[in-house]
């Protein structure tokens, strides 16, 4: 089954640092880019970072020095570490996969609250 599946969210006080995780299955992991995005209530769903198969990565201005996306290919895994946590970052995250030209397989989505 072709399926992403997200862990790690959480509450946490500003300041603080979470890391998601997000499990692929059913695909050839390792070459395509991932990428993680998030929708905060009341706004447009936004892409925070990605990672291609040569691990390139870029990051949303909002998040650059404070997330990495990093990815272990052996364990087809994704992840999302998150520093400096601000209450802007509150949001539903949710990993995704290019498999072609877009973004076009998600996951169901973690949420993330930090508090002030």
């Known amino acids: 089954q072709v399926q992403l599946v997200e862990s790690g969210g959480g509450s946490v006080q500003a300041g603080g640092s979470l890391r998601l995780s997000c499990v692929a299955s059913g695909f050839t992991y390792n070459l395509y880019r991932m990428g993680w995005f998030r929708r905060a209530p009341g706004k447009e769903r936004e892409e925070v970072a990605r990672?291609?198969?040569?691990?390139?990565?870029s990051y949303a201005d909002s998040v650059k020095g404070r997330f990495t996306v990093s990815r272990d290919n052996a364990k087809n895994t994704l992840y999302l570490q998150m520093n400096s946590l601000r209450p802007e970052d509150t949001a539903i995250y949710y990993c995704?996969?290019?498999?072609?030209?877009?973004?076009?397989?998600w996951g169901q989505g973690t949420q993330v609250t930090v508090s002030s």
């Open positions: 990672i291609d198969s040569d691990r390139s990565t």
């Open positions: 995704a996969a290019s498999i072609g030209t877009m973004f076009n397989l």
